[in-house]
């Protein structure tokens, strides 16, 4: 069992820098990929990046060149630097862990942090 959660949300101003963190307990963090979506209000929910448990990452192309992951495995965290933030960029961005051993997959999600762009 892996439990996330979810910090580092707030209000920022257009062009302005938020990081996001994801937070785990549990064992075997390291195994787990990591991917970050994102919910506006009246929309499905989307990708927006994620990284291996080896560390290799892709973005969504809406955040390519703005958002960067990375993870710390020490301490059982991931985290999403996000830059030059867009008022397209207002969410609730949650993180899912993922891990598939043979043919059993193993999917937790956080609860989400509210992250609002505006001027």
């Known amino acids: 069992q892996v439990q996330l959660v979810e910090s580092g949300g707030g209000v920022v101003q257009p062009g302005g820098s938020l990081r996001l963190s994801c937070a785990a307990s549990?064992?075997?963090?390291?195994?787990?990929?990591i991917h970050w979506y994102r919910q506006a209000p009246g929309k499905q929910r989307e990708f927006v990046a994620g990284?291996?448990?080896?560390?290799?990452?892709n973005y969504a192309e809406f955040v390519k060149g703005r958002f960067t992951l990375s993870r710390d495995n020490a301490k059982n965290t991931v985290y999403l630097q996000m830059n030059s933030l867009k008022l397209d960029d207002t969410a609730v961005y949650y993180c899912?862990?993922?891990?598939?051993?043979?043919?059993?997959?193993?999917?937790?999600w956080g609860q989400g942090t509210q992250v609002t762009v505006s001027s």
């Open positions: 990284i291996t448990s080896g560390g290799s990452t």
């Open positions: 899912m862990g993922l891990n598939v051993v043979g043919l059993a997959k193993y999917e937790y």
């Open positions: 549990g064992r075997f963090f390291s195994n787990y990929a």
